[in-house]
């Protein structure tokens, strides 16, 4: 992406390693999690009892990606936020209900899937035992890696006078020409950071959305705040400003 930085190997003491040996370890649990009952499923009591809630589970899913609850929470001051590099003071965006509707219902449809595809294949055969378990240890793993993004990183999106992180994406201030409020669908999807130098012909990348409590007016309100001294959110605690308010009859 034209503004995301570029990765480094983290120092050995960046203050973070403790964060990605919890969140290792909380990966590796619900990895295990995940792998046991899977593994002792058999072929019948998989097709019976999950090939059709596995379908049942995706249309809900793609349902309940139309689903748009009101959003209203606000950037929160906390001032350990555990970035990509560091550990620094900032202003942090929780995930949206919708968010955590989302990832569940992925999770949900990830093993679902898993269910179907491993009932295909023999129980009485080595090949289709080597293959069943192939299958449960990458769903297994995907939903691993899932839990560690969740536990690695201080909230959904984060303003830190190094940059705005937005999952396990990071850009920089320096980069960013101005700020604009981004449509998907004909509804407001999040804010797009527009670069000074476009490095590449990819779209500009667009932070927040459907899956952060914060609503677009004011997160897009804050970052332009920031984008020109963005080493205030280092300094102490600071309160996010609010959007101006839209003329009356508008």
């Known amino acids: 992406m034209p503004l995301l930085r570029t990765p480094r190997l983290p120092p050995a003491r960046d203050g973070l390693w403790s964060r990605r040996l919890l969140s290792l370890a909380v990966a590796a649990a619900v990895t295990a999690a995940v792998v046991a009952p899977l593994l002792a499923l058999t072929r019948s009591t998989t097709f019976d009892s999950f090939a059709c809630v596995a379908w049942l589970m995706f249309g809900v899913h793609q349902l309940g990606r139309r689903w748009r609850p009101r959003r209203n929470g606000r950037l929160a001051w906390t001032a350990r936020v555990a970035g990509r590099d560091a550990v620094e003071p900032g202003l942090v965006a929780g995930r949206s209900l919708a968010g955590w509707t989302d990832l569940v219902a992925d999770l949900a449809v990830l093993t679902g899937a898993t269910l179907v595809m491993i009932s295909s294949f023999p129980t009485d055969r080595e090949w289709g035992r080597i293959v069943r378990t192939l299958l449960v240890l990458g769903a297994a793993a995907a939903v691993g890696r899932i839990a560690y993004q969740e536990a690695r990183f201080t909230g959904?999106?984060?303003?830190?006078?190094?940059?705005?992180?937005?999952?396990?994406?990071?850009?920089?201030?320096?980069?960013?020409?101005?700020?604009?409020?981004?449509?998907?669908?004909?509804?407001?999807?999040?804010?797009?950071?527009?670069?000074?130098?476009?490095?590449?012909?990819?779209?500009?990348?667009?932070?927040?959305?459907?899956?952060?409590?914060?609503?677009?007016?004011?997160?897009?309100?804050?970052?332009?705040?920031?984008?020109?001294?963005?080493?205030?959110?280092?300094?102490?605690?600071?309160t996010a400003p609010e959007p101006a308010a839209e003329p009356a009859g508008r």
């Open 156 to 238: 959904r999106l984060a303003l830190t006078a190094s940059g705005i992180r937005y999952g396990s994406q990071s850009y920089d201030w320096s980069n960013i020409d101005r700020v604009s409020l981004h449509k998907r669908e004909g509804r407001l999807n999040g804010v797009r950071l527009r670069p000074v130098r476009w490095q590449s012909l990819e779209p500009a990348p667009v932070v927040g959305g459907r899956d952060t409590a914060v609503p677009e007016q004011r997160l897009a309100a804050a970052i332009e705040d920031y984008r020109s001294r963005p080493y205030v959110l280092a300094g102490g605690p600071v």
